[in-house]
């Protein structure tokens, strides 16, 4: 492999999220019964005249000036032309020159390095119907069209030929759909298609300037494919070179079970789409307020809450990166530390909890962690429980168990099972000599020198206690009562 380098371009098309359609009134509702959500316009009858949804235009807008883009004033749609067995009036209406962004750029780390890939654009256009041929499990011997996916709004993004490896691939796209759904233009999800990806592949001579004969991997739906599909097609394409062969310009489909490209159709240059004008869609310049008052409505993005995290709360890096991974999760953090007094002492062990405790019970019932059980106040009342030393963190993760499997208020689970820390240095004293009187064999391994021993008599006062006393306090009583 050492021979050649690798070279990837991506297409990635995000459904925008606005609740009509971009160019009528229809709803964009997921799972809807088929055609319940059409009208003349989206169903292509002759005549209707299609009326551009502002809220997508404003989507497109935002997410390229989160990605620094330029914005092109100009406002302009096109047809492209093409028989769509799912698009009846076949053509689609997109934008040709100018897209509504221009150069943008992301930043993406892989392997503790930073790169930035150059977007060449992002723009408007309407998604297609789809073709049924299969209900309730029974394969059709014809075809059913639906077209309730017809005219949804998509914005298309395009990279430069610029990503050199699957993991560059990988963390461009999840840096991406991390970004968009911060800014919540698209919900990206990629299991209801609302985030899709073409994925164009060539590999050269390294040193070798022009770019390799590409493959393109049509309409794939998980990023992890996405770096499959990348790595199998670099081996297959070094293969055919190595062995003399020649490579086709072609579109390729991922075939995720069998681990394989496989060929669909070959694709000899660009084809002509015949694009025009789309004279039911008169151009028109967007005003500089529409794009500043956009710019003002930007949130907080994932790389300078990171930095506001560590600065801010004292995090590490690392924790940081876990909470900002989704905006869910970085606001449910949020609210935690809101009902906290001590936010400095509080930060670190709230991000403990939601990132081994809380996050294991989340994915292993797949809940997002907004439909929490536990929610955010509850998750600070238990931290506060601990912060405070009413709870050791033993019992805190029996608490917690009761707390995730119905919904409780820890205050309320401790007062009336009554887990308060023993801290009445009286009580422990009592437990300790007991266990002390029980355990001959413990003390006499830590008279002995044998210091480790220790542990083992802590271990038994913290039973015979419930968990329920101050393991600073046992340690303190039983040194002085060993060692005199
Ligand atoms: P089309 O619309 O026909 O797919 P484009 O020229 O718009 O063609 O390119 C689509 C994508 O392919 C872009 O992301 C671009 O960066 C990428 N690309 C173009 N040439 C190559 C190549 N030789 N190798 C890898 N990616 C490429
Ligand atoms: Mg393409
Ligand atoms: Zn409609």
């Given at each position: 492999m050492s021979k050649y380098e690798t070279v990837i371009g991506l297409e990635v098309h995000m459904q925008i999220?606005?609740?009509?359609?971009v160019f009528c009134e229809c709803s964009t509702q997921f799972g809807a019964k088929p055609n319940a959500n059409t009208c003349v316009v989206c169903a292509s009858q002759p005549g209707a005249i299609p009326i551009l949804n502002k809220k997508a235009v404003e989507a497109i807008v935002k997410t390229g000036l989160a990605l620094d883009f330029t914005i092109n004033k100009q406002c302009a749609f096109a047809r492209k032309q093409y028989f769509y067995p799912d698009v009846p009036k076949n053509y689609q209406i997109t934008q040709s020159e100018?897209?509504?962004?221009?150069k943008g750029k992301l930043a993406i780390n892989v392997g503790g390095k930073e790169k930035v890939v150059n977007i060449t654009r992002i723009h408007l256009e309407e998604d297609a119907g789809k073709l049924v041929h299969e209900i309730g499990g029974r394969k059709l011997d014809y075809s059913l069209l639906d077209l309730?996916?017809?005219?949804?709004g998509l914005m298309e993004l395009v990279t430069e030929p610029e990503l050199s490896s699957p993991g560059e691939a990988l963390a461009f796209l999840t840096e991406l759909k991390n970004i968009v759904e911060y800014l919540g233009t698209s919900e990206c999800s990629m299991e209801e298609g609302k985030m899709r990806c073409d994925v164009n592949v060539s590999i050269r001579p390294i040193g070798q300037k022009e770019l390799g004969t590409r493959v393109e991997i049509k309409n794939m739906n998980s990023i992890s494919g996405v770096r499959d599909a990348i790595a199998y097609e670099v081996e297959r394409q070094a293969e055919a070179l190595k062995s003399g062969g020649k490579l086709a310009q072609e579109t390729r489909l991922w075939e995720a079970e069998e681990g394989i490209t496989k060929s669909m159709r070959t694709k000899e240059g660009a084809l002509d789409y015949r694009y025009f004008p789309e004279p039911d869609l008169v151009p028109f310049d967007l005003p500089d307020s529409f794009i500043e008052d956009l710019k003002k409505q930007l949130p907080e993005l994932p790389k300078i809450k990171k930095e506001r995290f560590i600065k801010g709360y004292g995090l590490s890096e690392y924790d940081a990166n876990y909470l900002i991974s989704t905006r869910t999760i970085a606001n449910y953090y949020e609210d935690s530390l809101r009902?906290?007094?001590d936010k400095k002492a509080a930060a670190k062990p709230i991000a403990n909890w939601i990132s081994t405790e809380l996050n294991a019970k989340l994915n292993a019932s797949k809940i997002d962690i907004s439909e929490s059980p536990v929610s955010s106040q509850n998750l600070a009342k238990l931290v506060s429980l601990i912060l405070s030393g009413v709870i050791s963190g033993k019992i805190a993760k029996t608490i917690f168990e009761e707390m995730y499997e119905k919904s409780s208020d820890p205050e309320v689970i401790v007062k009336e099972k009554g887990l308060m820390q023993i801290s009445d240095e009286s009580a422990i004293i009592k437990i300790c000599e007991e266990v002390i009187a029980e355990s001959p064999k413990a003390v006499a391994e830590f008279k002995a020198g044998k210091e480790r021993a220790i542990g083992a008599i802590v271990g038994l006062v913290m039973k015979k206690s419930k968990g329920q006393a101050n393991p600073q306090l046992v340690n303190k009583i039983l040194l002085e009562k060993l060692k005199s």
């Open positions: 999220n606005t609740k009509s359609k100018p897209p509504l962004c221009s309730n996916r017809a005219s949804v009902f906290l007094q």
